[in-house]
């Protein structure tokens, strides 16, 4: 089993794996951007933050716009940084 792969448990207790395509902080708090393994298909990657509990780090899904909002703005900073930001205006 590949190291960045993670499987998950949604609310029906349906297990998914994960791809862990990119970790980064934003406002002093770390985030996973996650991608489905089994649908390669998928256009759009899954944010969470990383939490700690007495058991280790824990992925906590955002629930808040403006966290949301945030993290996609240091991903798409990073992404142009590094001169892989694809625009689909300069189709």
């Known amino acids: 089993m590949q ?22 902080e934003a406002e002093e708090k770390e985030y996973a951007i996650l991608m489905p393994v ?6 759009e990657a899954l944010i969470f933050r990383i939490d700690s ?11 808040n716009d403006d966290e949301y909002e945030t993290v996609v703005a240091v991903y798409n900073t990073l992404m142009e940084e590094e001169g892989l930001n694809y625009d689909e205006d300069e189709q």
């Open 3 to 24: 190291e960045n792969i993670i499987s998950l448990i949604d609310e029906n207790g349906v297990e998914s794996q994960f791809e862990i395509i990119l970790t980064l």
């Open 53 to 63: 509990d007495e058991e280790g780090e824990i992925l906590v899904p955002l629930e």
């Open 38 to 43: 089994q649908d390669e298909e998928a256009d």
